[in-house]
């Protein structure tokens, strides 16, 4: 296994890229509304991405057809916006990457829109808690399955939820999608130990039933096999020579997250 290693001056290009789409995601967070076709929202994201001199590594990606992936309710990944309306009650999932200067940023939310079932809205919670902890367990030292354990360990304290097995969180640089893969469950203290310049793309998908899933025929969409909804999560971050980290998929770097888990960023990115 070949990690990419990054330099500062690297990892600040990496920054402009994931500033770029965490203030992607918080326009199309602001943006969404009942009855919104959700080829809209991807049209404010290929402008927003454009805007800010990046450009979108989903579209095109083997094929992908837009600029983020929107997946709705039952949905939990990779959905392809289009005609579909939003719904009251819908959770929708917005994964949203950029590229600037050859250096990419991959990230993803979750939104309620209108009046969201409690027990979606704890799904949802528990899946960007697990996220924050899976980066928190994820400093210069630890190995790359602390990560994957925290993940996990925090999403079986809250309740019965369905952990996705296929897909999980990857390196990222030069390529949306690197080594390592990280998976978001598992035992901790295996695989690589993380150090400096290594920068991962964390990323928990859960169901409020099975784990299970499968993909339409359109050849993206993964949905549950028991038609219970999920969340999905992801956030990029990278490792700096002080031996700390800092979100770069975060407006705030993640410091305000990290800080409620105990854990400072580095200010070398800031
Ligand atoms: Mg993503
Ligand atoms: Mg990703």
Not at 96 to 107: F, K, L, P, R, Y
């Amino acid at each position: 296994m070949t990690i990419q290693i990054k330099s500062l001056d690297q990892l600040k290009v990496m920054r402009r890229a994931g500033l770029l789409v965490g203030e992607t995601l918080e326009l199309l967070r602001n943006s969404i509304k009942v009855g919104m076709r959700t080829d809209a929202l991807d049209a404010i994201a290929a402008a927003n991405i454009k805007r800010g001199g990046g450009t979108s590594n989903f579209k095109g990606y083997r094929g992908f057809p837009a600029t983020i992936c929107i997946s709705i309710n039952d949905e939990i990944v990779h959905g392809i916006p289009g005609d579909r309306t939003i719904e009251d009650g819908d959770v929708v999932s917005i994964d949203c990457g950029a590229i600037i200067d050859g250096w990419h940023g991959d990230a993803a939310i979750s939104i309620g829109v209108g009046s969201v079932d409690p027990a979606d809205q704890k799904m949802m919670d528990v899946c960007d808690e697990s996220m924050w902890r899976g980066i928190a367990a994820g400093f210069t030292g630890a190995k790359l399955t602390d990560i994957s354990h925290a993940i996990e360990d925090y999403i079986k304290s809250q309740g019965k939820y369905g952990i996705l097995q296929e897909y999980g969180g990857h390196g990222i640089g030069t390529e949306m999608h690197q080594e390592p893969h990280v998976l978001n469950f598992g035992k901790r203290g295996y695989g690589p130990e993380l150090i400096a310049g290594m920068a991962l793309a964390i990323e928990p998908m859960i169901t409020r039933g099975t784990h299970k899933t499968k993909v339409l025929g359109d050849d993206w969409t993964v949905v549950s096999t028991d038609a219970s909804r999920g969340a999905h999560f992801e956030n990029s971050y990278c490792l700096l020579p002080d031996g700390k980290a800092f979100v770069l998929t975060a407006i705030d770097g993640g410091k305000a997250r990290l800080a409620a888990l105990g854990v400072g960023i580095s200010p070398l990115l800031a």
